[in-house]
Nanobody, 127 residues
């Protein structure tokens, strides 16, 4: 049974930084791409970033490119999202997710591309 547990959310002022973590269990972590999404109440869940099985290939939403960095540590079964220069519009619940197909592409930006999700962690950025 695949489990994803996010941590690291919180409240920060605009311009600040946070690092989210997502610990995975239940299967061979290093064989699957990972992604981060976020959701604001009343809106659809949106893609933030994804990375390949090694972490060498990454993709970002245009709104976070240059400010956020996705990375992973396969020895710790953990994926990270470093968020810098945070803006109030980054306020959302952040979810990590993983794909169902082994060694599938990390070029996957749709909610439907991911099969397993964490419970989410709240990030609040005040102006």
């Amino acid at each position: 049974q695949v489990q994803l547990v996010e941590s690291g959310g919180g409240s920060v002022q605009a311009g600040g930084s946070l690092r989210l973590s997502c610990a995975a269990s239940g299967r061979t972590f290093s064989s699957y791409p990972m992604g981060w999404f976020r959701q604001v109440p009343g809106k659809e869940r949106e893609f933030v970033a994804s990375c390949s099985t090694s972490g060498a290939v990454t993709f970002y939403a245009g709104s976070v490119k240059g400010r956020f960095t996705i990375s992973r540590d396969n020895t710790k079964n953990t994926v990270y999202l470093q968020m810098n220069s945070l803006k109030p519009e980054d306020t959302a619940v952040y979810y990590c997710a993983t794909r169902g197909a082994i060694r599938s592409t990390a070029r996957a930006m749709g909610v439907q591309d991911y099969d397993y999700w964490g419970q989410g962690t709240q990030v609040t950025v005040s102006s």
